[in-house]
Nanobody, 112 residues
Framework: QVQLVESGGGLVQPGGSLTLSCTIS????????MAWYRQAPGNQREFVAR???????TYSNSAEGRVTISRDNGKAMVALQMNSLKPEDTALYYC??????WGQGTQVTVSS
């Protein structure tokens, strides 16, 4: 059974940085495409970043240049480093495994 556990969310001031982590168990992580999505209140869930088994990363337009997705196959972990955070980045951030399985989400709030 594949399980995803996100961590690292919190309250940060505008312009600040935050790194989210997602640890995965119950699968061969090395073969997985991992992604981060987010959902703000009243909005649909939207794509943030994705990383392939080979480490190729893609980003949404809003994330490009401010966000870095990375993976540690030894730790079965994917991270999302976010810089220059804006209030509109406030959302529940979800980790996704192979476009099939979701974590429970971790809240990011950007506010002064």
């Amino acid at each position: 059974q594949v399980q995803l556990v996100e961590s690292g969310g919190g309250l940060v001031q505008p312009g600040g940085s935050l790194t989210l982590s997602c640890t995965i168990s119950g699968t061969n992580f090395r073969l997985a495409t991992m992604a981060w999505y987010r959902q703000a209140p009243g909005n649909q869930r939207e794509f943030v970043a994705r990383i392939t088994p080979g480490g190729f990363a893609t980003y949404s337009n809003s994330a490009e240049g401010r966000v870095t997705i990375s993976r540690d196959n030894g730790k079965a972990m994917v991270a999302l480093q976010m810089n220059s955070l804006k209030p509109e980045d406030t959302a529940l951030y979800y980790c996704n495994y192979n476009n099939v399985i979701w974590g429970q989400g971790t809240q990011v709030t950007v506010s002064s």
